[in-house]
């Protein structure tokens, strides 16, 4: 009987390591296009006003991300406010759990089937690109190692750190904002 | 415990050797199929290839009802909607593909405009919108490269919105690949090289890149192996079909290995190339391999060295040093390359082709960075390696 309990409640704990994660993700992300140069650059290419999502299948957590233009990028949570331009989904929990914990790089999930693209690929890889510099940025380079097919060789550990406190500064002061509203 | 994890799928009967074509009628009719449609190009109307496809089928008591043999080379919406208009009037019920990549892919899109009704294809664009099987689909490749007779990929140009349509469904298969020594035997030597230097790269990339498995390594090994002991020999003997056939089977098994395991970075560099220079797919391919592999050595050692026996066989594998295997199999593509040029002129860098610019190396990077491929090169990718790659290829 304690296994069947045990059961659930370890699917709903990796349910919720994973909105977490997306909240996170969504937070930094927007925090990423307001700090870092290579970031805007990346995202100027998107049309202004392109939506995208990362979701887990079916009607799993989703994380929207809308590119405003001039690069930077706002989260939306996990509603889009209109149909969504580039969805990129995980196609289970566990698959999305894989890569969040960084037991699976993005770029290995990719070759292993566990995602789909619906949408144009270029932007899609493009996407995929900025979450890597992401994680580089705010992951221990012991961590993001395993999160990233290379670790950036030009990242010093000086422009690391003063990239990831502003990045979590930006998240925190983002997500009080979001709980006084 | 292993994070391994991998997927393999081709249920395409392959149906390859002597007096293969002879097989169509039978297996049509195995489909319920009596009335095929062939979908081709001039080139292969031109060298008579068609006759022996009809005669086959005839012989049989099948009746070919209507032959669309005007293809171009970068296929579009409006031909696919014209041959469909033709398949429809004369009540086909079945599909036959003869030719390279345009011709096949052309098919592919046409099976799906008959198959589901309508007029406008663009709805059918991105991956897995078919949900049902289509109509009865054969292919009959004329070159040995693409290994189109076994993906489950088609991109046709839509000209009004001047973008490139890509459809992706294993609904795409053909029923059957029909591949006969007969139908490669004409193909010209410099079409001969490059082809099969793109099924080369196809098993290569598929080897050593990121979605690599062991089915389609099986494959991508068997096909290096076939193109590596008969390129050379069809060059000497155009006639020989015995290498014709190995030949168009290593593209096929290629192709197989491929489409279940990705490409890299050769790729990525190659459809750019051929967006901005307009330089064939399978010349691109023979260009940036040898460079693409130094620009991976590090990531991809093992597998590299593994070639080697493929490559050069088993005397020269177990005569080199295993640590010098790895840059011996880069020795072997670029002993074959530079052979290809002295039989056919086969371009050995991008100048030699007179159709790139330099100053078009940079676009070129920057476009092949946004390339679906790159997401499988086993190394990350910035504009500053693409170019550098780019730079080695140039001169």
């Known amino acids: 009987m304690p296994v069947k309990r045990i059961q659930p409640m370890k699917l709903q704990a990796r349910r919720h390591y994973v909105e977490l994660m997306f909240q996170v993700m969504g937070r930094a992300l927007q925090a990423l296009s307001e700090v870092d140069e290579t970031t805007r650059e990346e995202m100027r290419a998107l049309p202004e006003g392109f939506l995208f999502e990362l979701q887990v299948m079916p ?13 930077k990028m706002r989260f939306h949570g996990n509603r889009p406010p209109r149909k969504v331009d580039l969805s990129i989904q995980f196609k289970h929990m566990a698959h999305a759990f894989l890569v969040l914990s960084f037991q699976e790089k993005t770029s290995v999930a990719f070759a292993n089937d566990r995602l789909l693209v619906d949408g144009d690929i270029s932007y899609a890889i493009r996407i995929t690109r900025v979450l ?18 290379e670790y950036p060789a030009d990242l010093r550990l000086p422009e690391k750190l003063m990239s990831a406190m502003r990045i979590y500064l930006r998240v925190a002061t983002h997500s009080v904002e979001t709980a006084r509203a | 415990m292993t994070n391994k994890y991998y997927e393999f799928f081709c249920p395409v009967k392959v149906i390859a050797g002597k007096a293969a074509l002879e097989h169509i009628p039978f297996e049509l009719t ?17 060298a008579g290839l068609l006759e022996t496809v009809i005669a086959a089928c005839e012989d049989s008591g ?53 198959s589901e009704g309508g007029t406008d294809l663009s709805r059918f664009s991105g991956a897995g919108i078919l949900k049902r099987p289509l109509k009865p689909f054969f292919v009959i490749p004329t070159t040995a490269g693409t290994g189109s007779e076994v993906t489950s990929v088609a991109v046709i140009s839509d000209e009004k919105k001047g973008v490139k349509l890509p459809f992706t469904s294993s609904f795409l298969l053909p029923n059957a690949a029909i591949i006969d020594p007969r139908m490669t035997l004409t193909l010209p030597p410099h079409i001969t090289a490059a082809t099969a230097m793109d099924a080369m790269t196809h098993a290569i990339e598929a080897f050593t890149c990121l979605a690599k498995n062991p089915l389609s390594d099986a494959y991508a090994t068997s096909a290096i192996k076939k193109i590596s002991q008969n390129l050379l020999t069809v060059m000497n003997n155009p006639k020989d079909e015995h290498g014709r056939l190995e030949l168009a089977q290593a593209s096929a098994m290629a192709g197989i290995a491929f489409s279940n395991s990705m490409v890299g970075l050769v790729h990525a560099l190659g459809h750019a190339t051929g967006a901005i220079c307009h330089l064939p797919h399978g010349l691109c391919m023979s260009l940036y391999l040898p460079y693409v592999l130094e620009f991976n050595l590090e990531s991809i050692r093992e597998p590299l060295s593994e070639l080697l026996l493929y490559l050069e066989g088993p005397e020269v594998y177990s005569a080199t040093p295993a640590s010098r295997r790895a840059e011996a199999s880069i020795s072997a593509i670029r002993k074959l390359r530079d052979a290809l040029h002295k039989h056919c002129e086969l371009p050995r860098t991008l100048k030699e082709t007179g159709k790139v610019l330099e100053t078009q190396l940079e676009a070129i990077a920057r476009q092949a960075l946004d ?17 550098g790659v780019l730079r080695r290829a140039w001169s």
């Open chain 1, 59 to 71: 009607n799993g957590p989703t994380l929207v991300i809308e590119h405003t233009g001039a690069g």
């Open chain 1, 132 to 149: 890597n510099r992401l994680e580089a940025f705010i992951l221990p380079k012991v961590v993001a190692r395993r999160a990233v097919k």
């Open chain 2, 30 to 46: 195995g489909l319920a199929a009596k009335r095929p449609m062939i979908i081709t190009d001039k080139g292969v109307r031109a």
């Open chain 2, 62 to 114: 099948l009746e070919i009802v209507t032959i669309y043999d005007d293809v171009p080379p970068d296929s579009s919406t409006t031909v696919v909607s014209t041959i469909a208009e033709v398949y429809n009037k004369e009540k086909c019920d079945s599909i036959i593909a003869i030719g390279g990549g345009s011709a096949i892919d052309t098919g592919k899109a046409v099976n799906i405009l008959v």
């Open chain 2, 371 to 387: 390339d679906g491929c790159m997401m499988f090169n086993p190394r990350e990718v910035t504009f500053d390696h693409a170019i």
